[in-house]
């Protein structure tokens, strides 16, 4: 089972970048992606459903950023417009066997397989 994670790269403030993660092995309940800044932890940013499509954002990323799954590629995919500075980040995509609730999405411990992340750095 491997979740890989691509799309990351350098753009100016108010770009957009089409991150990818593939999973390979098996299908997954659950997919959420997450960033880690340089001396900050790790946060949630969004994670969508495999069976109904229903999804969750952080607050920071509402309205920028957009999660969708291509069930025949088995990939899930983060677009992510009007990047900011403070989005540039390493971004991991994870998955989970198990369909979590809404609520629950954005719990990086809930999580059992995590893709070795993708950095993305918005600067002028």
């Known amino acids: 089972v491997q979740l890989q994670a691509s799309g990351g790269g350098l753009v100016q403030p108010g770009g957009s970048l089409s991150l990818s993660c593939a999973a390979s092995g098996r299908t997954f309940g659950t997919y959420g992606w997450f960033r880690q800044a340089p001396g900050k932890d790790r946060e949630f940013v969004a994670a969508i459903r495999w069976n109904d499509g229903n999804k969750k954002y952080a607050d920071s990323v509402k309205g920028r950023f957009t999660i969708a799954r291509d069930k025949a590629k088995n990939t899930v995919f983060l677009q992510t417009n009007s990047l900011k500075p403070e989005d540039t980040a390493v971004y991991y995509c994870?998955?989970?066997?198990?369909?979590?609730?809404?609520?629950?999405?954005?719990?990086?411990?809930?999580?059992?397989?995590w893709g070795q992340g993708t950095q993305v750095t918005v600067s002028s």
């Open positions: 994870a998955a989970d066997t198990r369909t979590w609730i809404i609520g629950a999405m954005s719990r990086d411990d809930l999580y059992d397989y």
